[in-house]
């Protein structure tokens, strides 16, 4: 059989599969019974994406058969294959709607299955950043399970995210790698039509980031192709199911690299052969022009940012620097030029071959810089890549900055050699490699000596103390300029986040010192200065200048945007925000959200259908996404009365950000412990007792003007 039979073949088996799932499920539940994947405000998505329908009953589900049908149309020309490709994955998409429609969790623990909008968020600030530099959906069994642990742990060293499809979640188990989310290793599903859970992911990309309306066949297409770098590794003997899965993939712009020869035509740069499974990856990188960033670190681990998410139990750990419990801290400070020797990496103490297993140490990690661009400013923003560097190493977790550190070491990477040094090796790189332009000369100095750790850290905290002091008297109206970030614009084209001292990025990642120092690093790069000298209402945060670089760099999408007003031409939303902030019309107030928050709202909404609302570089009023910090700023919303018109947040967001924001409420409006009058899910879920609530603590937004 040709391959263009084989692929018409296997759209007809997927097809079939999913008329007779609709009928035996409707057979059981009722054409009315409903029909959803829970969590994702996209309904089922590839279904959304291509069709515009949005399906949440059965019935519905049956009506689409009809259409998905009509785009099978055997026609013997590429095009209708990439048709036959993606109704395929609409199909698959039907069987799996079934399954979930039976039962909402219908996978157990070993698979993922659905994919929720909150992690198709979170994949946000790593696209962008690279960090993720492609994804790669491996079907079936490699030949050898040694092959197959070279491929996986191959791609995860690079930063591939790596979907697991079929009999390469059983050869992944076999080698015992390690699965999940947050390690960027997914196994999807048993079944070929779980491959519409990894397609879901694409088309909430398109309309989560790049605002592709439902429907619009070319429009995902087309975003898919340009902006997410994804491709499959499918092993054979291939089925015709697979097949005609692998023909939406590349209609799609995603190349299918396999090392089945039987009845497989080679299509350049879309289908290609690789029987030689050692180069696998070189060619499948090839051919989806991923260039990957090399680094070449001496270390005994393996050191990528699929390690990130990584968690180290206490019963896997070595040794652990806990700074709530013993003397530690990290500094980057600058220096001259004379007083640093370069690559020196020196250990005061003793190294972990003298320490126990279990043991907690005293540890402080010091990076001295000096350069002639250096500039005391960029030190907390060096100081805190420490986390990311460091987490990035395989074994080794990280958490918190400055004194509040937590590090704790594996004994499977102490066992392959770490030591104390490499902390010191991968910083000195990281630094010099990252902040080229600015870092002439590094040394790192480690310190493991009890008595001294608790000296230095005594200097490190006057250190912090005079910083924050520095970061106090950094408000808007002090500093000459705001920056732009651009950095998302690779997914959203048209968004551009105006950083400035009191509102940091959406995404929380970027903070008016970070636009700062990028700006210094790369003076053509993401952050460009925005100057502030032409007011227009100082109350709104709106600027002439401001509206230019918006104007200029949403590439005309967008003519102005206010600062501080969230019914005015408030500020746009890429999609990869931290929180939501949206009106609450009973209250007068609003309610935030964070992304991992995954309950209801007063409003009825969680955080995915909230976000939902807004995003893509769109301006939607009464709608915002923010940064977690911009809660307690005192520009929050100052257009509408600021942080008093805040009546609801989960609890654990309103813990984490209660110190800050009291601060800020008394400073505002003298009021005492202000968050113990918002109200959180503990309380309500509903307006009346919202409103019960707020009346009953004499919430401040009640006395305040109506926003709409
Ligand atoms: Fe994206 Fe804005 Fe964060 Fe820049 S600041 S990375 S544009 S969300
Ligand atoms: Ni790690
Ligand atoms: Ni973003």
């Known amino acids: 059989m040709r391959l263009f039979d084989r692929a018409f073949t296997g759209s007809d088996e997927m097809f079939a599969l999913a008329e007779a799932a609709v009928t035996k499920t409707i057979d059981k539940l009722g054409a009315d019974a409903p029909v959803a994947f829970g969590s994702t405000a996209y309904f089922l998505p590839c279904i959304y994406a291509y069709t515009g329908r949005k399906i949440t009953k059965l019935s519905e589900l049956k009506d689409v058969l009809e259409p998905v049908k009509g785009w099978l149309t055997r026609n013997y020309r590429l095009n209708d294959v990439f048709t036959s490709g993606i109704a395929t994955v609409l199909a698959a998409e039907i069987i799996e709607a079934c399954k979930y429609a039976e039962n909402p969790t219908p996978y157990e623990e070993k698979y993922h299955g659905h994919m929720t909008d909150a992690e198709v968020r979170e994949l946000g600030v790593p696209l962008v950043t690279q960090d993720i530099p492609g994804f790669v959906v491996i079907i079936d069994e490699a030949p050898t399970d040694a092959q197959a642990q070279v491929l996986i742990k191959g791609y995860q060293s690079r930063g591939i995210f790596v979907f697991l499809l079929k009999g390469a979640i059983d050869q992944a188990e076999r080698c015992g790698i390690k699965m999940g989310f947050p390690v960027r290793i997914v196994p999807v599903g048993p079944g070929i039509e779980a491959v519409s859970h990894i397609i879901s992911v694409v088309v909430r990309a398109a309309f989560i980031f790049g605002n592709v309306q439902p429907g619009d066949w070319e429009g995902f297409n087309k975003y898919s192709f340009e902006r997410i770098f994804a491709f499959v590794n499918a092993f ?161 977790m990280h958490t918190g900055q400055r004194d509040l550190i937590r590090i704790r070491v594996s004994k499977s990477s102490f066992e392959a050699g770490f030591r104390v040094k490499h902390f010191g090796e991968l910083l000195y790189a990281k630094m010099k490699n990252d902040f080229s332009q600015v870092v002439d000369k590094c040394q790192v100095t480690l310190v493991t000596e009890p008595e001294l750790v608790t000296k230095l850290r005594k200097e490190a905290n006057e250190i912090y103390d005079k910083r924050d002091a520095r970061l106090r008297s950094l408000t808007d109206e002090s500093v000459e300029c705001f920056y732009t970030c651009t950095l998302c614009q690779s997914f959203s084209p048209s968004h551009v986040c105006i950083v400035t001292p009191e509102r940091l990025g959406l995404c929380g990642a970027v903070s008016w010192l970070d636009a700062k120092s990028t700006n210094e690093l790369q003076p053509s790069g993401p952050c460009q200065v925005v100057t502030k000298t032409k007011v227009i ?172």
């Open 236 to 396: 054979g003997p291939l089925e015709n199911i697979t097949v005609g899965c692998g023909a939406g993939a590349i209609a799609m712009g995603f190349p299918v690299i396999t090392n089945d020869t039987v009845d497989v035509d080679v299509v350049p740069k879309s289908l290609i052969i690789q029987t030689n499974i050692d180069d696998l990856i070189e060619t499948s990188l090839e051919a989806r022009d991923i260039k990957i960033k090399v680094s070449n670190i001496d270390l005994p681990v393996a050191c990528a940012s699929a390690f990130e998410g990584e968690i180290i139990r206490k019963a896997d750990m070595f040794c652990e620097a806990d700074g709530s419990r013993k003397d530690c801290f990290e500094l980057v400070r600058t220096k001259e030029l004379h007083e640093v020797e370069d690559h020196k990496i020196e250990l005061i103490g003793q190294d972990f071959d003298a320490m126990e297993v279990g043991c907690k140490i005293n540890l402080a990690i010091i990076i001295d810089i000096a350069g002639k661009n250096m500039q005391s400013d960029f030190e907390p923003v060096f100081e805190r890549k420490i986390h990311n560097y460091v987490n990035c190493l395989e074994g080794v």
């Open 537 to 708: 209402d100082e109350a709104k945060g709106a600027y002439e200048d401001v509206n230019e670089a918006v104007s200029t760099y949403s590439h005309g999408a967008l003519d102005k945007v206010t600062l501080y007003s969230i019914m005015e031409d408030p500020m746009t939303s890429c999609g990869c925000f931290e929180c939501i902030c949206g009106i609450e019309p009973m209250s007068n107030g609003v309610i935030i959200v964070n992304r991992e928050y995954a309950g209801s709202t007063p409003l009825g909404m969680t955080f995915a259908e909230l976000a939902s609302m807004t995003g893509g570089g769109v301006q939607t009023p009464g709608f915002m996404g923010h940064g977690r910090h911009f809660i307690a700023s005192k520009k929050f919303m100052k257009a509408e009365g600021g942080i008093a018109r805040i009546v609801w947040m989960p609890k654990a967001l309103k813990d984490s950000v209660a110190e800050r924001l009291n601060i800020s409420a008394k400073e505002l409006y003298g009021i005492d412990n202000f968050t113990d009058r918002i109200a959180d899910e503990s309380i309500s879920e509903d307006p009346d007792t919202l409103m019960a609530y707020l009346s009953e603590k004499g919430h401040p937004a009640l006395e305040m003007e109506p926003m709409m």
